[in-house]
């Protein structure tokens, strides 16, 4: 569970544990919203515990539990496997924890938890076909090499999928961002990825994949990543990313606000929109704070698992403006005006607001 900030302060004022978190972990600067693929040192980072240390050479995949085959593989064996190359766009779960109210305490988002980058690896599916999956065989767990304590449990980082997630063709074992080795932060040498899911789902420093009979009951599956409203509420587990946009903020910021300043006269707003649960179907653009909406020009699809690109022309009058954007998926989710709160802060989509003031 996440502890809330108490007192007056506590919806402004960020404590020293959270500070801690956002200087070690990093979101993508919005102005590289402009770049189909996030270049590697601008996509966001998320890591829980430490970056392990890893050695490619030395380096080992255990496949087991619930299989006829066990294996354990090599960088090498991986490699030699058939490898595909996919445009996927991955937000992290607490992405918009920050403007909730009360703020639940960990990694503080705004809105910058996301990034799209072109991953180099082999589909998981062959591999566990040819381990053989037992028949009772429910879900899949993902083990990293890094460990830590969270919620007072020591711990691997570990996560597991449904059987039949697990199965889609688009999910990789990969050991390439844009192209290159993957660096330590973003999982080196092995990661998983699986497009379409909240980040937590993609385990880095990925040493071992194992079939399991019964369902996957530790910290990271039970203990987080469930959306609660309550204190008595069960709790729904976070999967899939809900639609979202984001736009690139225009003009010139100031450093401290964030505000934007900018010319009159007309302008060329563009911005991302992604969805996990179905393709974007529409982008709509508000210079009103939300008051009046109108649709956005979408851009061409690069991948079915990555954002398109949306552009919208506006006639900036003089004044302060408050600029919005919301998707819509194909099927029929879309970004609400105000978050809906949970105490993990998870999966806040709320339409971002960009504050603008227009100026000769
Ligand atoms: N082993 C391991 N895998 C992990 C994590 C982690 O802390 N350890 N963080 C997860 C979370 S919460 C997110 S959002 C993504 C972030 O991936 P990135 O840092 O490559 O952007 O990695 C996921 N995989
Ligand atoms: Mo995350």
Not at 190 to 203: A, E, F, I, K, N
Not at 221 to 248: C, E, F, K, N, W
Request: contains cysteine; glycine residues 10%; charged residues 20%.
């Amino acid at each position: 569970m996440h502890g809330q900030p108490e007192g007056e302060d506590a919806a402004n004022s960020i404590t020293m544990e959270e500070l801690q978190l956002a200087a070690r972990n990093h979101g993508m600067p919005l102005e590289a919203l402009r770049y189909d693929v996030t270049p590697v040192g601008l996509h966001y980072l998320l890591i829980h515990f430490d970056i392990p240390e890893a050695d490619e050479r030395t380096w080992r995949l255990e496949v087991g539990g619930q299989v006829r085959a066990p294996r354990t593989l090599t960088m090498e064996e991986l490699r030699r496997r058939p490898a595909v190359t996919v445009p996927v766009t991955m937000e992290c779960a607490g992405n918009g924890r920050a403007r909730l109210d009360p703020r639940p305490v960990s990694q503080p988002w705004l809105e910058e938890a996301v990034g799209t980058a072109e991953w180099t690896g082999t589909p998981l599916r062959p591999l566990l076909e040819e381990a053989g999956i037992s028949p009772g065989a429910v879900e899949v767990l993902f083990a990293g090499a890094d460990r830590g304590v969270q919620g007072g449990l020591e711990q691997d980082y570990e996560r597991s999928l449904p059987l039949d997630e697990a199965m889609r063709d688009e999910v990789l074992l990969a050991w390439e961002i844009n192209g290159r080795p993957l660096p330590p932060q973003h999982g080196y040498p092995l990661r998983l990825v699986v497009p379409g899911w909240y980040g937590m789902t993609s385990v880095k420093w990925l040493r071992g994949i194992s079939v399991l009979g019964e369902p996957f009951t530790g910290y990271q599956q039970t203990g987080s990543y469930l959306i609660h409203v309550s204190q008595d509420d069960p709790g729904v587990p976070v999967t899939r990313m809900a639609p979202r946009s984001l736009l690139l903020p225009p003009g010139i910021p100031e450093f401290e606000s964030r505000e934007r300043f900018l010319a009159p006269g007309r302008h060329q707003l563009r911005g991302r929109a992604w969805s996990g649960r179905a393709p974007i179907a529409a982008v709509e653009v508000s210079t009103d704070g939300g008051g009046s909406w109108q649709p956005a020009q979408l851009g061409p699809r690069q991948s079915p698992w990555s954002w398109v690109g949306w552009s919208f022309v506006w006639e900036a009058t003089p004044g302060s403006h408050q600029l919005c954007s919301r998707a819509t998926d194909e099927a029929g989710n879309t970004q609400p005006l105000h978050p809906p709160w949970n105490d993990g802060g998870y999966a806040n989509n709320a339409v971002q607001r960009v504050a603008v003031t227009v100026r000769p």
